[in-house]
């Protein structure tokens, strides 16, 4: 679990977590379908033909903005509602923003971004533009998020098919640095590392190739 994020020790840690609190996971394998059991429990059906019933079934399946609403209207659609720095989109009385905006990150370039951070800061910064503030959106957004006792905060992009500077700060707390080709860091991670968001945004805005200054950044 978690192999798509993080890179793989801590991936595996990630898994264990789940299996030291008593889940069971079923890895590499995809939900062919839903069942009802003789008692009426819920149930999925998985690719091998095994079938596993519970209390309740949820079904995590990732989103895609839907768009047709925006392009009917004639708006700029690409992988979300298009906007410029103020969050207006290409019809001067519309505005976009939270997750279905596609905007101008001042560190990430242009790009679509489902977090809470996000929503808030610019459904508050589309509110103001709206009022005749020529306010532009600078704040890139951070996303949190915890599992059992293990919490996290992150910037950036998380791809674990990046290479990736780890530094383990002890006490099973780490800070993850991905890198794109130029070496340069593009997301942060920091596992049990708290208020260091703002040190993470200036490492990105940043960009320093050094590893060794690098690691030394967030301690
Ligand atoms: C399961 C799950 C877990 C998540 N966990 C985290 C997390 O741990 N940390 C984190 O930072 N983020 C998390 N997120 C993402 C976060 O919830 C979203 O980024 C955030 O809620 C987006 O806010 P929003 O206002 O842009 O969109 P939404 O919250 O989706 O609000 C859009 C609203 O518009 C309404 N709407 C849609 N179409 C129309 C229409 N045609 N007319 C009128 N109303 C319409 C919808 O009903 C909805 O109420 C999670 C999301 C999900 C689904």
């Given at each position: ?25 079923v ?15 819920p ?22 903005p ?19 720095a103020?969050?207006?989109?290409s ?19 242009r ?8 929503a ?19 704040h ?80």
């Amino acid at each position: 679990m978690g192999s798509t994020v993080f890179p793989g020790k801590l991936a595996d840690r990630f898994h264990q977590l789940y299996l030291d609190h008593g889940v069971t996971l079923v890895p590499g394998r995809l939900a062919k379908g839903a069942l009802v059991g003789a008692d009426q429990r819920p149930g999925v059906l998985l690719d091998d033909g095994s079938e596993y019933f519970a209390g309740v079934v949820v079904a995590g399946l990732s989103a895609k903005p839907v768009l047709d609403l925006a392009s009917e209207a004639g708006l700029e659609v690409n992988r979300g509602v298009v906007v410029d720095a103020h969050l207006k989109t290409s019809d001067p009385d519309i505005w976009a923003a939270g997750d279905i905006a596609e905007y101008p990150d001042v560190i990430l370039g242009r790009t679509r971004i489902e977090h809470v951070d996000h929503a808030q800061n610019s459904g508050a910064t589309a509110g103001r533009s709206m009022a005749g503030s020529d306010e532009t959106y600078d704040h890139t957004p951070y996303f949190w998020s915890d599992a059992f006792e293990l919490g996290w905060e992150a910037i950036g992009r998380l791809d674990a098919r990046l290479d990736t500077e780890v530094v383990e700060l002890g006490e099973g707390r780490d800070v993850v640095y991905y890198l794109d080709e130029q070496s340069r860091p593009v997301g942060v991670l920091l596992l049990g590392v708290w208020d260091s968001v703002d040190k993470a945004r200036k490492v990105l805005a940043d960009a320093p190739t050094d590893r060794e200054k690098l690691r030394s950044r967030i301690v």
